[in-house]
């Protein structure tokens, strides 16, 4: 699986966007980039994923660049709910050789 | 939404005394179970993952004696902590894969100590 580079740490005010930043360089054609998200003491959340179009749901959207060797996911509004670590990865999806790999994440902090 | 069980959330053993995790999928047949282990202020690391009806792969350094896993059914998986030790202690999270959702859906964790 490719490995995802994720800034540490980020702040966000309350009700504005949150863009939070991937970078996969060495992504190959056939993987997805996953985004989940952990609330403190929680299971992991799924967020969104894509391939290589952009995509939107009711949580978020996800930009992935045209050399799909990056990737940014936004949280149009975001809310002190939103406060989490966020973990961009990459993989095909399905099955037992298909497992999720979590790098450290970026910590968002959603400040009033 | 798909939604995976995972019993006990929280629980305290003694050390030498084994300890079993569920993790039960309600809404979907789950061909296969990850489960993962994390240590306070760390990322997730993948432990073993599991077939229903197959043994349980292991990553590397993880004992297969010492955690025990088994997928007898397409809805549960277990993982048994055997003669748990403090170093054990931490916060253990299954996840499952069904054929069509949009990803593996998660439990919601079971935090161990071991005393």
């Known amino acids: 699986d490719a490995k995802t580079t994720q800034p540490t740490s980020m702040d966000c005010a309350e009700g504005r966007a949150a863009n939070l930043p991937c970078n996969h360089s060495t992504i190959s054609g056939n993987e997805y980039v996953y985004w989940y998200r952990q609330i403190h003491s929680q299971g992991p959340q799924y967020i969104i994923h894509?391939?290589?179009n952009n995509e939107t749901n009711e949580m978020a959207s996800l930009i992935i660049t045209e050399d799909r060797k990056s990737s940014t996911l936004i949280l149009p509004h975001a809310t002190l709910r939103d406060t989490a670590v966020y973990y961009c990865?990459?993989?095909?999806?399905?099955?037992?050789?298909?497992?999720?790999?979590f790098g450290t994440g970026t910590l968002l902090a959603v400040q009033p | 939404g798909a939604v995976v069980s995972q019993h006990p959330s929280w629980v305290i053993c003694k050390s030498g005394t084994s300890v079993k995790i569920e993790c039960r999928s309600l809404?979907?047949?789950?061909?296969?179970m990850f489960w993962y282990r994390q240590f306070p202020k760390q990322s997730l690391m993948l432990m073993a993952t599991?077939?229903?009806?197959?043994?349980?792969?292991?990553e590397q350094g993880v004992e297969k004696d010492k955690f025990l896993i088994n997928h007898a059914s397409l809805t549960l998986s277990t993982l048994t902590v055997t003669s748990a030790h403090p170093e054990d202690s931490s916060f253990y999270i299954c996840?499952?894969?069904?054929?069509?959702?949009?990803?593996?859906?998660f439990g919601s964790g079971t935090r161990l100590t071991v005393v």
């Open positions: 990865i990459v993989t095909n999806y399905g099955g037992a050789t298909n497992k999720l790999i």
């Open positions: 599991s077939n229903e009806g197959s043994k349980a792969t292991y």
């Open positions: 894509g391939l290589k």
């Open positions: 809404d979907f047949q789950a061909t296969t």
């Open positions: 996840s499952a894969y069904g054929q069509g959702l949009d990803g593996y859906t």
